[in-house]
């Protein structure tokens, strides 16, 4: 939609993020737009959850209350490390690192899944890519803090992308899946790490990885490995991108230039194009119950947020043509 038309309708947080993300403003003309950005009460709680970064057990991946789902919310909206808070929970990131430069989580899997029924460090494929990209985004220099993390994750890639893995301390657990297959979220996250950093956006396990996504949207009726459809409820509009949704998906296949004529990419674009109103604004669909405080977190009005993320697929499919 218009430009200035989604800055009329935004409250401050979000009018940050739109200048700086979609307006292409300069960051340093935003001092302004940011610290009325950081005054309202729903990012200052987010700030205080983040700040104590471990203190939220990480049981279930696809919980929008995960203490990296909220940073990398934070991250999104343009906010750094200049934010006391963020810097306390890069910090807390960086001190949990495993020998092969992978950092850790603090989590509990029971015994009858596998786990050791204990909370300890330890790290999944759907978690460890998003501490990765949280860190990238937080500006840490990237071959002393990234570099060996992602290298030994992209170890593990596979023809059809990533597979279901964990760290040792987790013991036997694997998802409710085949051995075989692709972890499709694991997939997704490890597409969007890699298509920030130049050395692999390129690469054989970025380019797999796209394919592999993009090869589930066209067997989408009899393909679904550990349990991941792009069914009915997929194909809803949501926010925020934190886990497997259509504009999960085509917000990170937006990153990739060589996707921008394939017919399933664009079927997915059609798609939710075809869901904006006649205004130029998206509503919800399917919404996450804990996040009702926010423009996204109802189904029965426009959401300038949800509205916002696919504004920036628009405008990076502009960028590539």
Known sequence: MAYQKLLEISD???????????????????????????????????????????????????????????????????????????????????????????????????????????????????????????????????????????????????DKGFPCAVSPELGKFRGPGKKDDCCPYATLIMADLLSYIPEYRDSRAAVSSVKALLNLWEHSLDLHPYMFFMGTDFRKLKAPSCWYDIVSLAGVLSKYGFVRDDPRFLEMINHIKGKQGRDGLFTPESIYQKLKDWDFGQKKVPSPYLTYLCDRIFDRLEQWA
């Open 12 to 158: 401050d947080w979000l009018k940050y993020a739109i200048r700086l993300n979609l307006g292409h403003e300069p960051k340093d003309k935003l001092a302004e737009f940011r610290n009325a950005a950081l005054a309202d009460g729903r990012i200052r709680r987010y700030l205080s959850d983040v700040a104590d970064f471990h203190g939220t057990l990480v049981t279930n991946h696809k919980n929008p209350d995960l203490s990296i789902h909220k940073l990398l919310f934070l991250l999104d909206l343009g906010f750094d490390t200049e934010v006391p808070e963020i810097k306390a929970a890069i910090d807390a990131i960086i001190r949990h690192q495993d020998g092969h430069g992978v950092y850790q989580s603090m989590t509990n899997v029971p015994r009858h899944y596998g786990g050791t029924g204990e909370d300890v460090f330890s790290w999944c494929l759907c978690d460890a890519p998003l501490l990765l990209l949280a860190l990238l985004k937080a500006g840490m220099e990237y071959r002393e803090y990234i570099k060996p993390g992602v290298d030994h994750l992209v170890s593990l890639c596979r």
